[in-house]
């Protein structure tokens, strides 16, 4: 209970005694039992608010009525807490002499419970606020990872606080003091002390108590890893790329015809003597390098704020350890050692708490550790492990484990590639990735399998009747049924596929959206000297329904939150799905699809007696090329 006061030996340990809370209740003018009542009534309003939040979540009750409950209990039960806290700080509660009495562990966790409502209230009042406005749906819609978070995390606390109660049982220790030993033991950090288990009962439990919650604490590792990082990494990136490409585009100079992509990097940007094909090209590449540069800062700046964080925990931890233990003289850098030792999980135990506010303080503390550090070693392996490990293989290579290239080839390589900013780049190995399931694939397989067949047996019956149309339009939806395939499988590629700026025309080409169809883009304005304030037009939506787009502009496949065969993807399978509709229907009008067996013809005279890749491209052919690994500078 928050009020209560334990006497302070001159050992510099808490003696816990009924009798000091009997006594501190007959000195208050207040009975010891309305205090209870108040503290009950704050669990009760905390109880509340946190089940209308979790029936919210599974919809059960709705937004604007779950809402209202949950910040008016949790309000309630931070402000009737302080009151307590307020009250049994004051002297009309306190033991004489006051230095030799302080408060119990159960006031400064109503003080940490207190904070945390408060402030989780506060950011639902504003969640509420901005969600009637319209800037939030007015609904929690869960994910499976975050349901399997939450109730991971559930499932970890409540596994503390039971296991607690089973030892302070056992040990005959004190609640609290079990829950901080508890905490310490599951998160491998031991660090000792007073509070180990003696008998052989606590000992024996603790063989399946220490390996069940150290297995708890790497499932909630790994989905902080999944949720917060993979969630984070998508809306950081794409605010990146956003900003990026707006600098890049206020950069652009049409008198001397450059664009500016970073401090140092200036390229040409023109349109003169392009054709369309070219200049769209153009534009692609340049936003491949806004992408490159926007990813770059993003996993620094990733690695800056985790930094940071972990490095606040370190220092202000260190800070409130210090002022908790002054009856041990602990100074600063002693509890920077502390804090350090405990943060890694070394636990040498030569320095333990003994304070009621410590231990209080270590619990919420190192508990807050975990999503921290975890973040922040997900960021180092994006950034600096992963530039060692590249340098190690890089260095391995030009010695004791030589590349296929020979030394030299290496060397010019890793050279080369230094002046772009990456070192090392492995082949992609599974470029088709592993995470969608065996069976799901196999059966998504065998679906297109079935339309291709069907499709193409239908185009030969065709073009035996001299159909060459029909033939076409089924050879059509054979090549969309099969890119449909492909493109399942590259949705789940490790990292993201990002294709060529040749297999985008092919693509866009199946679409219907002919990369050398200057009708179906926007035409950048960058020839005139823009005057100081004016935005370019990149492909930017006019107003009017104007659908068509820049490879620079906000339209751009290469923008927004879905990667690249995800969209992709998308727009096949309807393109699909609307080519077999439009077959079904007896009133449907034939139209020429935008490619035809005849282009693959023409590809294989080319391939006979030229060998010019530049047709390759332009047909069906390029599909080829690019599931045998081939890019665009064969």
Excluded: C
Excluded at 130 to 154: C, D, N, V, W
């Amino acid at each position: 209970m928050p009020l209560v006061y334990v006497p302070w030996s001159k050992s510099g340990e808490y003696i816990s005694l009924l009798d000091q809370t009997r006594a501190t209740a007959r000195k208050s003018k207040i009975p010891n039992v309305k205090l209870i009542a108040v503290n009950s009534v704050s669990l009760i309003f905390a109880l509340a608010a946190n089940i209308a939040l979790l029936l919210n979540m599974t919809r059960r009750i709705s937004f604007a009525i779950a809402q209202p409950i949950t910040i008016v209990g949790w309000f309630m039960a931070s402000f009737l807490l302080i009151a307590l806290a307020s009250v049994a700080s004051t002297s009309l509660f306190r033991l004489q002499p006051l230095s030799q009495h302080a408060l119990s562990q159960a006031y400064y966790y109503g003080i940490i419970a207190a904070a945390l409502y408060f402030i989780i209230a506060s950011m639902l009042v504003i969640t509420v606020v901005g969600a009637y406005r319209g800037h939030y749906p007015k609904e929690f819609r869960l994910t499976s990872s975050q349901r399997t978070l939450m109730l991971q995390t559930i499932s970890f606390m409540f596994y503390i606080l039971t296991g607690a109660l089973v030892f302070s049982k056992v040990e005959g220790w004190k609640y609290l003091d079990a829950v901080y030993w508890a905490d310490f033991t599951l998160l491998t950090v031991g660090v000792g002390g007073e509070h180990v288990p003696l008998t052989h009962t606590g000992r024996t439990l603790l063989f399946f108590y220490a390996i069940g919650g150290i297995m708890m604490v790497g499932l909630v590792i790994g989905s902080v890893r999944s949720l917060v990082l993979e969630r984070g990494k998508e809306k950081m990136s794409a605010r990146f790329v956003e900003l990026k490409r707006e600098k890049v585009l206020n950069s652009i100079d049409p008198d001397e015809q450059t664009i500016k992509l970073g401090l140092f990097e200036n390229i040409t940007f023109t349109t003169k003597g392009l054709d369309e094909s070219q200049r769209r090209e153009q534009e692609f590449r340049i936003m491949r390098r806004v992408q490159q540069k926007a990813e770059r800062k993003r996993r620094y700046t990733a690695l800056a704020m985790s930094s940071t964080a972990a490095l606040s925990l370190w220092l202000l931890g260190a800070l409130v350890f210090m002022h908790s233990e002054k009856p041990q003289g602990w100074s600063y850098f002693v509890s920077l050692y502390f804090a350090y030792t405990s943060l890694l999980t070394i636990g040498y135990g030569d320095y333990t708490l003994s304070s009621n506010s410590g231990k209080a303080f270590f619990v919420f503390w190192s508990l807050l550790a975990v999503p921290t550090l975890t973040i922040l070693i997900s960021n180092m392996g994006d950034t600096v492990i992963k530039a060692f490990r590249d340098l190690t293989i890089w260095i391995g290579s030009l010695t004791v484990l030589p590349g296929e290239q020979g030394i030299r080839s290496t060397l010019g390589i890793g050279v080369g590639k230094l002046r772009h900013g990456k070192l090392y780049s492995p082949k992609e190995e599974d470029k088709d990735g592993k995470a969608v399931g065996a069976s799901e694939q196999k059966i998504l397989d065998r679906l297109a399998d079935s339309v291709e067949k069907e499709e193409l047996g239908e185009a030969e019956e065709a073009e035996e009747q001299g159909d060459y149309l029909e033939r076409d339009i089924h050879f059509y939806h054979y090549i969309l049924a099969k890119e449909v395939g492909q493109l399942t499988r590259d949705i789940h590629a490790s990292p993201p596929r990002q294709y060529t700026y040749q297999e985008w025309n092919y693509y866009l080409r199946l679409l219907g959206q002919d990369e050398n169809d200057e009708r179906l883009h926007r035409e950048p304005k960058v020839h005139q000297k823009r005057r100081e304030g004016d935005q370019p037009d990149l492909g930017t939506a006019n107003e009017g329904g104007d659908s068509r787009w820049s490879w620079l502009g906000i339209r751009s496949p290469l923008m927004g939150n879905q990667n690249e065969a995800q969209w992709l993807l998308q727009r096949m399978s309807l393109t699909l799905e609307r080519e077999m509709q439009k077959q079904r229907s007896p009133h449907a009008k034939k139209e020429p699809p935008p490619i035809s067996m005849a282009n693959l013809n023409r590809k294989r005279d080319s391939d006979s007696t030229s060998g010019h890749q530049t047709e390759l491209r332009e047909n069906v052919g390029a599909a080829e090329l690019r599931r045998r690994g081939h890019n665009d500078e064969v």
